[in-house]
């Protein structure tokens, strides 16, 4: 299994602005996924990351409001730029277990995020 | 990719064996069947997954039928803290559905 952490845990943050968020793992992985959970709703992949390459975005979601950072094995961040009240969610990181194309991950915490 | 349907939600008694049905009738040959589940308030955690035979371990079983069209999670000896959002995934991309809410009454 990976631990995995993610910063910030929550924020509240105001409309137009943009949060970027952490997520680190415990073990070098190459697959990283950033999924999204709006309130009361079932997780909504975004994104997959992998190192080096830029992320591959799911349909409805585009770099431009999402922007993705792989910069190595055990790190990436996601950020959500120009933000309204509907991106409240919490955003979860993912990654691959180490028996890969089995489809077995582990989640992150989640970041709570309150756009005002 | 192939679809799945499941329960909206199902009831168990604590201490019972739970069985929750998934049916996937499009199911490629090459689709992995996962199982995951949400605890209130926590990220998804992995559960179980199989191709073609039945596997066990630690949380649960997965009986998966002979034409792969439809499998099942087994909980063997349910407790409260198995109350927990279920989902059946198809393939080797993670994409939730609805899921079971399973619902653990003591």
């Known amino acids: 299994s990976a631990v995995i952490s993610q910063k910030p845990s929550r924020d509240i943050c105001q409309r137009g602005t943009s949060l970027t968020i952490q997520c680190q793992v415990d073990?070098?992985?190459?697959?990283m996924f950033w999924y999204r959970q709006q309130p009361g709703q079932s997780l909504t992949l975004i994104a997959t990351?992998?190192?080096?390459?830029?992320?591959?975005?799911e349909s409805g979601f585009v770099i431009d409001k999402f922007p993705i950072s792989r910069p190595n094995l055990t790190f990436s961040t996601l950020t959500v730029s120009n933000m309204s009240p509907e991106d409240s969610s919490i955003y979860l990181c993912?990654?691959?277990?180490?028996?890969?194309?089995?489809?077995?991950?582990?989640f992150g915490p989640g970041t709570r995020l309150t756009v005002t | 990719d192939a679809k799945t349907t499941q329960p909206n939600s199902m009831e168990s008694n604590e201490e019972e064996p739970v069985h929750l049905p998934c049916n996937h009738s499009?199911?490629?040959?090459?689709?992995?069947i996962h199982w995951y589940r949400q605890l209130p308030s926590q990220g998804p955690e992995y559960v179980i997954h199989?191709?073609?035979s039945n596997v066990n371990n630690r949380m649960a079983s997965l009986a998966i039928a002979e034409d792969r069209k439809s499998s099942t999670l087994i909980l063997h000896r349910a407790t409260l803290r198995d109350a927990a959002v279920y989902y059946c995934?198809?393939?080797?991309?993670?994409?939730f559905g609805k899921g079971t809410r399973l619902h653990i009454l003591p």
């Open positions: 993912s990654v691959e277990a180490f028996d890969r194309g089995s489809g077995e991950q582990y």
């Open positions: 199989g191709l073609t």
């Open positions: 073990s070098q992985v190459t697959m």
């Open positions: 990351a992998n190192q080096g390459s830029e992320a591959t975005y």
């Open positions: 995934i198809l393939g080797d991309k993670i994409i």
């Open positions: 499009t199911i490629s040959g090459t689709d992995y």
